[in-house]
């Protein structure tokens, strides 16, 4: 927010520097972002009279000219025809400093020294708009009344000094100028001085002319109409156009410049309308139909839809809702009659609507950061009466305000105490209502008890906590002081035990050579059709977004698998040939739909691989040494999972036979619907489960210093039965002597029984404190053989 300080003495005494005004308005709350004083932009350049023109001796074109400056006279040279003897011009001395940052210097021309350059308006950035005679091909002439020696940034009005402000969002009163001198009134204890916003009327009503229609409120809160008669379209007065191009805009016509002048003076956009060219002389606030067209005021078309706010007559767009005028409805040198707007409108309708288009203006940020009801009158009033005071045209009677309920004021009723309470000090409740009062708070004070409105402009204004945060920003936040809270205990700040397990699983995985990656967390709802789940398939049931990015993005996801494939998918279709991925993130799912309440946020764990020495196996081994590193016990079942391979994958169970994931080699239908014919490889496993079973504390004990034995064992058993069968009634049957067991063989073919396998099983056998014997072992073996008959697993004979 750029706020020149002459414009800010309209409405509050500014005695200080610039630079303390800037540490005042530090000091309660804004940021300065720079201090702008004009004066820097064009230096060393003073008015000179010329009062003599001679001949070039050595170049025709050229002409030395003898100037008096007051303080001395100096020849300069020019090669412009537009100079005459009596002439005061714009003088650059040596070592002046133009508008576009070009230094100037004193040199010979043709053996003649030129001590300077006459300026033409391009130099000094003055157009016609700003200055008579500026936009002449030539040097620029001043008027003839124009004192001698002085700065020229005197004389065009370049004097200024301008603050950049940084307003905080929730501070959107703030960004006009108005809403500027009311914070400089409150923080130097100077009064605020009320904008005049007296008009005269004519008796004919614009009422009997107009009519507004407001389709959805939710998109309008309120609309505001008047009519100005005997419009003349002519130039703004000299101080409009240099404050408007103190700020950074272009003067075009007084009826244009008023309303952008109003903009950065309340904050409130403005649109003038000319009324001959509004068919049905009615005005209506609706969305667009799909595909409806307007041409906007900067010349380009616009394809709109349903999603799109438009201002219309009868028959056509005339405006898109608080972003731009349509090019045939607006004022020109023809207008007569104008009606004039003054709206509010929903801030995510606006913004929608301007990123969907590509179409932004000075309103439609106003709007996105929030308009107020207040501003929303006071903009109106204020411009009619500019427009009343320079006699552009006739104030029509009559107002048109279209709003869905009456607008009231807020009230806070709070006890003093619970205001000093929030700011843990002791503010005297004399001083916090003054403050609240100098900040136009209307207060009431009963005993203790102070009834607060709220003024419609301060719409950040909710509670308590809010009031408090007015008082100390303008009491001083250098009255806070450290309070030492009593029965506190001061603790090591740090990560929990699970964020440090977390890292414990990441670190794991990078050291197995995996990438982490983040995705969004919502997905197409599309995606379980690419996943091949059933329709009535939980993970189905998915939080909606309403307002989404797109289709792609439109409800929140409820497994990490198809943002891993997806992933996978992108990096195959660049050129990636083998890779190793890791997600850790949220699922969403909700206990009913509609939702009642907040989702099931669950942390899951994602890995995915694809790549020539990738398979099912090298995937499986990298989890099983995340569950070794973590001391997790698990168990492996059948998957029944839709996108996984049917032979090729496996749920994970936890040590109660609860399921905690899966693992497996994804469908490759599954992979067709992402153009890719590789394999992929995939894990799920929920990390409250790895959390929850994590052993952090190990238990230990000594390495036996004795010889162990091993024996081999050749079983033969019905096809069907799983191999973990086998390996759990050995491990259960082999007393603490067995220290190990693995399967290292399975055989099907000749000279094995049809419908039966062989399993070769290594054991591994030691003792403590001794060494084992034959016989010792040997009854530990016919032990264990007496389990697995329960199975029908028998040895095998040679």
Known sequence: MKAPISWLKDFVDIEISPQELA???????????????????????????????????????????????????????????????????????????????????????????????????????????????????????????????ADINDIIGNDDVILDISVTTNRQDCNSIIGIAREIAAVTDKKFIAPDLSFNKVAESVCDKLSVEVADYNLCHRYMAMGIKDVIIEQSPQIIKK????????????????????????????????????????????????????????????????????????????????????????????????????????????????????????????????????SQ????????????????????????????????????????????????????????????????????????KLTVTIPLYRIDVDGINDLAEEVIRIYGYKHLVPTLLINTQMVRGGKSAAQKLTDKIKAALIAHGFYETIS????????????????????????????????????????????????????????????????????????????????????????????DNEDFYTLKNVWEDIFDTLGIERDYALSDISYLHPGRGAAILGKNGEKIGYIGEVLPDVCKEFDIDKRLYVAEISHKYLIDNAKVVYGYKPISRYQGCERDLALLMPKETPVKDVLNIIRANGTDLLEDCEVFDVYEGSRIPTGLKSVAVNLSFRHLSRTLTDEEINLVIDNILKGLAAINAHLRQA
């Open 520 to 611: 969004y967390s919502f997905i197409s709802p599309k995606a379980f059709d690419a996943l091949r789940l059933p329709n009535d398939h939980a993970l189905r049931k998915t939080i909606k977004l309403r307002n989404p990015l797109g289709e792609d993005y439109s409800v929140m996801r409820t497994t990490l698998c198809y943002s891993m494939i997806k992933t996978m998918a992108s990096n195959i279709t660049r050129g990636n040939k083998q890779a190793r991925f890791f997600e850790f993130a949220k699922t969403y799912l909700p206990d009913s739909l509609p939702l009642s309440g907040l989702p099931v946020e669950e942390y899951y764990l994602c890995t995915g691989v694809y790549g």
């Open 23 to 149: 540490d005042k308005l530090v000091s309660c709350g804004f940021e300065i972002e720079e201090i702008i004083y004009q004066k820097d932009k064009i230096k060393n350049v003073v008015t000179g009279k010329i009062i003599n023109i001679n001949k070039h001796p050595n170049a025709d074109k050229l002409l030395p000219c003898e100037i008096d400056t007051a303080k001395e006279k100096i020849t300069v040279i020019t090669a412009a025809q537009n100079v005459k003897v009596g002439d005061i011009v714009p003088l650059a001395l040596d070592g002046a400093q133009l508008a576009n940052g070009k230094k100037i210097k004193a040199g010979e021309l043709r053996g003649i020294l030129s001590q300077g350059m006459m300026c033409s308006g391009e130099d000094l950035d003055l157009t016609e708009n700003d200055y008579a005679g500026a936009g002449v091909y030539g040097i620029l002439i001043l008027h003839k009344d124009t004192p001698l020696g």
């Open 243 to 374: 404050r408007l191009k103190a700020v950074g805009i272009r003067p075009i016509n007084n009826i244009v410049d008023v309303t952008n002048y109003v903009l950065i003076e309340t904050g409130q956009p403005l649109h003038a309308f000319d009324f001959d060219l509004l068919e049905g002389g009615k005005i209506i606030v609706r969305t667009a139909e799909q595909g409806e067209k307007i041409t906007a005021l900067d010349g380009k078309e616009y394809a709109l839809d349903k999603d799109n706010l438009l201002i219309c007559d009868i028959n056509k767009p005339v405006a898109v809702a608080g972003i731009m005028g349509g090019e045939f409805s607006s004022v020109n040198q023809k207008t007569k009659t104008i009606a004039l707007e003054s709206a509010n409108f929903a801030r995510d309708s606006v913004r929608r609507t301007s990123r969907k288009l590509n179409l932004r203006s000075d309103s439609s940020q106003r709007f996105e950061k929030g308009v107020d009801f207040y």
């Open 377 to 448: 009158e006071l903009g109106l009033y204020r411009a009619l009466s500019i427009i009343d005071k320079y006699g552009w045209g006739k104030i029509m009677d009559g107002v048109i305000d279209k709003k869905q309920a009456e607008i009231s004021n807020k009230e806070i009723v709070c006890d003093y105490s619970e205001i000093n309470k929030v700011l843990g000090i002791s503010v005297d409740k004399d001083i916090i209502v003054d403050i609240l009062r100098k900040l136009n708070f209307s207060v009431n004070l009963d005993g203790n």
